[in-house]
């Protein structure tokens, strides 16, 4: 986490001794304003990241931002009945597009070609009069591909739909796309803490909430909000806005000596269309599994966290038309603001020898 997310949450985790941070922002007394005036300074401060013309809910994290604005557009643009999404989606997306499947709605999933990336004219034959919503990643949280997020919002909306993004890869790194209809982050991942997140919608866009109780957030999202954790994403957010060029040439540089330490290696998705900060590795006839076991002093992985233990080859790398070898010889490397060179250089070199080690 950023210092000064946490310095932000601090006086907001004490007793009512301590400064009067424990009282409940959704409260009329002079506590509960205090408390409401820095959750609406921490919405500010997240809003400021997104397009013009919409209003932001804190919500717990992503994954229910996406199933807000999934689940709670739909009943209002009946009888429309299409969902339209790429197959290389997070399973917040997908697993929730295949549940909608079952209570009825009919769900395309876009195919990718070997760099990841959606073919726009087979978005545009799939996407028609029948469409409510398309769903689609700014950045892909395996491969780190960038997606045309804006010609896919002009497609949608040459049709009558709508776009959702899940912009929680690419927040605070990337511009959110202005085309975006509702726009789903999260707060961890911009150095935020974890357990909250938020969905974006453009004005005039009807949505039901999920969630049904005292309507505490602007009625879409029932419940007593942290202030902690709201002033933590707003401070995450202030930081990456003003970070956000010296942010990406610090990652330039990690990717580039990464890339220079890797070259035995192939890379999976495209290399130009992506977030610098994220690298899938493959190196054919290599065992991951083996190689997670022997390396255990660095942070990397084979593939998703979401996914991790589940057994399942990764549904990302088998859409790249990866056999399921390779996906097993793929790593996942990630790289931020917090990152040293010299981390690079020692995790690469424990990883290449544990390779070598693999093939003798």
């Not at 295949?98 to 009919?106: A, D, I, V």
């Not at 990643?137 to 040459?158: K, S, T, W, Y």
């Not at 009558?160 to 929680?168: E, I, K, P, Q, S």
């Not at 610098?276 to 083996?290: M, Q």
């Amino acid at each position: 986490m950023a210092p000064e997310a946490l310095a932000a949450m601090q006086p907001w985790l004490g007793g009512i001794d301590s400064g009067g941070g424990w009282a409940n922002p959704h409260s009329a007394h002079s506590g509960g304003r205090k408390a409401a005036a820095a959750v609406e300074f921490a919405r500010e401060g997240v809003t400021a990241l997104m397009p013009a013309g919409g209003r932001l809910v804190f919500t717990s994290g992503a994954t229910e931002a996406i199933n807000l604005g999934l689940r709670g557009v739909l009943g209002s643009h009946k009888p429309r009945c299409r969902i339209v999404t790429i197959v290389t989606e997070h399973a917040a997306v997908r697993d929730t597009c295949f549940w909608l499947e079952r209570q009825g709605f009919t769900l395309d999933l876009l195919p990718v070609g070997n760099d990841g990336i959606v073919d726009l004219d087979v978005a545009r034959a799939a996407v028609g009069s029948e469409t409510a919503l398309v769903a689609a990643m700014l950045v892909n949280n395996e491969i780190g591909v960038i997606q045309p997020i804006a010609a896919l919002a002009d497609i949608a909306h040459n049709a009558g739909a709508l776009l959702l993004c899940d912009a929680v890869q690419g927040f605070g790194r990337l511009p959110i796309p202005d085309a975006a209809d509702m726009v789903a982050v999260s707060a961890h991942k911009i150095h935020g803490p974890k357990g909250i997140g938020a969905l974006w919608i453009r004005d005039g866009i009807n949505v039901e909430p999920l969630i049904h109780g005292g309507g505490q957030e602007q009625g879409l999202r029932s419940g007593t909000l942290s202030p902690a954790l709201c002033a933590g994403f707003g401070a995450a957010a202030r930081l990456a806005a003003v970070r956000v060029d010296a942010d990406a040439a610090h990652v330039a540089i990690l990717r580039k000596v990464a890339l220079a330490l890797f070259a035995d290696w192939q890379v999976n998705g495209s290399l130009d269309h992506r977030y610098e900060g994220n690298l899938n590795l493959r190196r054919d006839g290599l065992d991951v599994a083996r190689l997670l076991s022997d390396v255990r002093s660095v942070a990397f992985s084979a593939g998703s966290a979401c996914a991790s233990g589940s057994g399942r080859p990764s549904h990302v790398l088998t859409a790249l038309g990866l056999s399921a070898d390779q996906v097993r010889s793929s790593i996942r490397l990630g790289f931020g603001r917090y990152t040293t060179v010299d981390e690079i250089e020692r995790a690469a070199h424990l990883i290449n020898q544990a390779a070598l080690d693999q093939f003798g």
